[in-house]
């Protein structure tokens, strides 16, 4: 089971709680619409913000989400693999 959730309404004026946790949704601008798992942290999420957005339980999973590495670290990586493709 999934959870869809879009940003329905603008959230000008809203208070710094419910800021983050649209940007802890994933959703960055109106209209926006992210496909999340049905967690009780994500429900409570939505709950939190309901009067901005709308949501719908779907079939089928969400996509994991993949954790990327910070960007100077990725650089560094980079940097030490065409040292080593140098030598």
Do not use: C, W, Y
Not at 54 to 74: C, L, M
């Amino acid at each position: 089971m999934a959870l869809k959730v879009k940003l329905t309404k603008s959230f000008a004026g809203s208070s710094v709680d419910q800021l983050a946790t649209i940007r802890s949704l994933g959703l960055k601008k109106f209209g926006d619409e992210r496909l999340l798992q049905d967690t009780p942290a994500n429900r409570g999420m939505v709950n939190k913000v309901r009067h901005l957005v709308t949501s719908e339980t779907v079939q089928g999973d969400a996509p994991k989400t993949t954790r990327r590495k910070p960007r100077h670290i990725r650089a560094r990586d980079a940097a030490r693999a065409r040292q080593a493709s140098k030598a």
